[in-house]
């Protein structure tokens, strides 16, 4: 038995594959093997959610998973959110609601929350505050962080 | 992280093989939860990681067949919460089954893996035991089942040989007319452990059931079979009385999240306020 891994995944869209030691998370994968540093590292223990990526179409923290059980399956980032150069609905609405401030933990509310309105596209505030539980943002701008993805839902500004 | 191999076998006969040969150096990876956080800060260190996601007899999904719900071991708790057969016969393990760390969390972990990792303050653990849940183990001789009172031996000890893996939790569909409820206490909402964690049912015969969790070295199942808590109309002192015998037998730790006199003191709350939403609700059903 090997101590390192073949890892062929389809990131953002693009198949790609890496040998990695078998102990290597997906999240230090993607950003040291794949140079994909949007995802970002912080409890490194699934409390904080800065490292959420969608595995399979679902949203995890990279920094649970090992990057050799990826192998086979489909990795999103924050990188691959946008289309053709262009940022998502949802990525605008962080911007003109003015939720972002350091930014480190937008990466993974960004994800987080495309997640909650794939399953909830019209989510109320309370929705929205249950679908981003698992994101801390240190500088405290939920309410902000909030707002954007009511207004990315089409909802009314709520920032007053 | 410390180095170790990652095997991801295809049929269970293997991972039984695997586990024989390494014993204790073998980690079994389902949602990884709480593996990888051990394995990142060292407090785990196998010598080889045994992926179970890719085993054809462990795919995940719940399946019901003579009024037995039976959950795979590879089965993330969101696909529990979403089920329908869940929220219906077992709507305390769905409530119990949501309150798990963040969506995030729930999208991996595995309810399995929560009774596997054998935490005295396992969210599921308290609805599992009221609902009577078995656990279904497998090992190089056999399939054998357990009640989970028997599985849990003490914090991070089950009653796992070897070369034994649970591949489901089966839990017998309540006869009508049970009602149940999950509280628990932390110190946030959301991605927190539980400073106490309650489950409590009340069946058509007006056996109530307890099960606590994080006031004892594994969660535990108490009953009333006198029928006085599930009375609506007897006194509060003497239901009070019979809450206190029962919640009386908890052994609360002082830790972190709570003292072990707080913890006791809010278990009887905690308790009397399920029991009294459970008895409501059997009022009106």
Request: hydrophobic share 40%; with cysteine.
């Amino acid at each position: 038995m090997s101590e390192t891994a073949r890892v062929s995944l389809t990131l953002n869209g693009e198949p790609r594959t890496v040998e990695i030691g078998a102990g290597r998370t997906l999240l230090d994968t993607l950003r040291w093997e794949l140079d994909l540093t949007g995802t970002k590292e912080c409890c490194a223990a699934g409390e904080c959610g800065a490292c959420t990526v969608y595995l399979d179409g679902e949203a995890v923290n990279s920094c649970l998973v090992l990057a050799a059980e990826a192998d086979g399956r489909e990795v999103t980032t924050i990188e691959g959110l946008g289309s053709g150069g262009r940022l998502s609905r949802l990525q605008e609405a962080f911007l003109e609601t003015g939720a972002i401030q350091c930014g480190f933990c937008i990466p993974g509310m960004v994800v987080a929350a495309d997640a909650l309105l794939r399953e909830t596209p019209r989510p109320t505030l309370d929705e929205v505050l249950q679908g981003l539980s698992g994101n801390l943002c240190r500088c405290g701008g939920y309410t902000r962080i909030c707002a954007a993805v009511l207004r990315a839902a089409g909802a009314a500004d709520v920032t007053g | 992280m410390h180095g170790f191999a990652f095997v991801a076998p295809t049929a269970q006969a293997e991972v039984t093989g695997l586990l024989e040969e390494h014993g204790s150096e073998a980690r079994l990876l389902a949602g990884g939860t709480d593996l990888v956080v051990g394995l990142r800060t060292g407090a785990i260190r196998p010598r080889v990681v045994v992926d179970l996601k890719r085993v054809a007899e462990l795919r995940p999904g719940l399946s019901d067949a003579g009024g037995r719900l039976a959950i795979s071991a590879t089965t993330p708790l969101s696909r529990v919460v979403r089920d329908g057969r869940v929220r219906q016969w077992f709507p305390a393990l769905a409530e119990a089954a949501a309150t798990v760390g963040s969506i995030q969390i729930r999208n991996r972990a595995t309810l399995a893996g929560n009774i596997c990792n054998a935490s005295p303050a396992a969210d599921t653990v308290p609805a599992l035991l009221v609902y009577g849940a078995e656990v279904v183990i497998a090992g190089r001789a056999g399939e054998r089942r357990l009640p989970l009172d028997r599985f849990l031996l003490g914090p991070r000890r089950t009653a796992l040989g070897r070369d034994e893996l649970v591949t489901s939790i089966e839990l017998a569909r309540p006869g009508a007319g049970t009602f149940a409820a999950f509280g628990r206490l932390t110190r946030r909402r959301g991605v927190d452990l539980a400073t106490i964690s309650v489950c409590c049912s009340v069946d058509a015969a007006g056996v109530t059931r307890f099960a606590f969790g994080a006031v004892a070295p594994t969660p535990f199942l108490v009953a009333d079979e006198s029928g006085v808590l599930a009375d609506p109309d007897a006194d509060p002192e003497t239901k009070d009385r019979v809450l206190a015998e029962l919640t009386g037998l908890a052994r609360p730790i002082s830790d972190v999240r709570g003292s072990r006199e707080y913890r006791q003191a809010m278990l009887m709350v905690v308790s009397r306020r399920l029991l009294r939403s459970v008895v409501d609700g059997r009022g009106k059903g």
